[in-house]
């Protein structure tokens, strides 16, 4: 299913964004990626860079792959599954 702005809902995109590189579209305008503050790692949510300011971060570079779940900041399979993909490719 095609979200807002072109990406496809579910998928794994290389991305430009201010904290962090691999993000899974939303279906929603938003990308779901690993952050990293003062020491802990978890899930956050940044938007579409063509929503504008201030809260348009994102700019997907490549797609890179499907993931298979619900795409939320509450779904510790995609932690895990983000998780993965930053061994592989770092």
């Not at 938007?47 to 890179?64: A, C, F, L, N």
Request: proline letters at 3%; charged letters at 35%; glycine letters at 12%.
């Amino acid at each position: 299913m095609k979200a807002k702005y072109g990406c496809e809902c579910g998928k794994l995109y290389e991305v430009d964004c201010r904290n962090f590189m691999f993000a899974v579209c939303d279906g929603d305008g938003g990308f779901i990626g690993i952050r990293y503050k003062w020491g802990d790692r978890f899930l956050d949510k940044e938007y579409d860079w063509e929503q504008g300011p201030p809260h348009g971060t994102v700019k997907p570079i490549r797609e890179m792959g499907q993931f298979d779940g619900e795409v939320n900041e509450d779904n510790d399979e995609l932690f895990k599954f983000l998780e993965s993909v930053e061994r592989e490719l770092k």
